[in-house]
């Protein structure tokens, strides 16, 4: 991800930049910051068996191919990223989708009281980005796309700040 848009300063003008592209981008830096922050959290797991181990490199391979979606190896195929992007859409949202879900799994993994610890709000929150995606994966309404992207930047944000006691 940083390689796609390291490209960016290094080739300026070349590709069309699409601005919901850029956000989603920056959605996934945040949601690759908080998912290192959460997997952290298993040390308080008394053992990490291979299962385990597994699940978590299979979660960091969804959030490889969500990155990777973002920036193509090359843009010969498409006028700019707004079309790239759009093409793309299924898949992306797909990956997203599919990382929300494993979300939920991953915090049942760290424990009971640790799920319960995020309230009901957490299971509601991971439900309502799923059910997004997969509207945003069928639908190409560009303002659906903004209107999410934005939505959901931000309840990111705010998530980050409240979950990881930023602030008290």
């Not at 390689?3 to 830096?29: D, E, R, S």
């Not at 068996?49 to 969804?62: A, Q």
């Not at 920036?71 to 898949?91: I, N, Q, V």
Request: net charge neutral.
């Amino acid at each position: 991800m940083l390689t796609g848009l390291a490209l960016f300063v290094q080739h300026p003008g070349k590709t069309k930049i699409y601005w919901p592209h850029l956000g989603w981008v920056l959605f996934m830096f945040l949601f690759l910051i908080y998912f290192w922050w959460w997997e952290y959290r298993l040390h308080t797991v008394p053992v990490i068996d291979f299962g385990v181990y597994l699940f978590v490199i299979v979660y960091c391979c969804i959030f490889f191919f969500l990155c990777v979606l973002l920036f193509p190896t090359t843009m010969e195929d498409y006028s700019g990223y707004e079309h790239y992007f759009m093409s793309r859409r299924a898949w992306f949202f797909g990956f997203l989708a599919l990382a929300y879900a494993v979300d939920l799994v991953d915090t049942a993994v760290k424990g009971r009281a640790y799920f319960a610890s995020f309230g009901l709000e957490y299971p509601l929150r991971n439900a309502a980005y799923i059910l997004m995606c997969i509207m945003a994966a069928i639908t190409p309404n560009r303002r659906f796309h903004a209107l999410f992207l934005i939505a959901g930047l931000g309840y990111q944000v705010i998530w980050i700040f409240r979950a990881f006691d930023l602030l008290d």
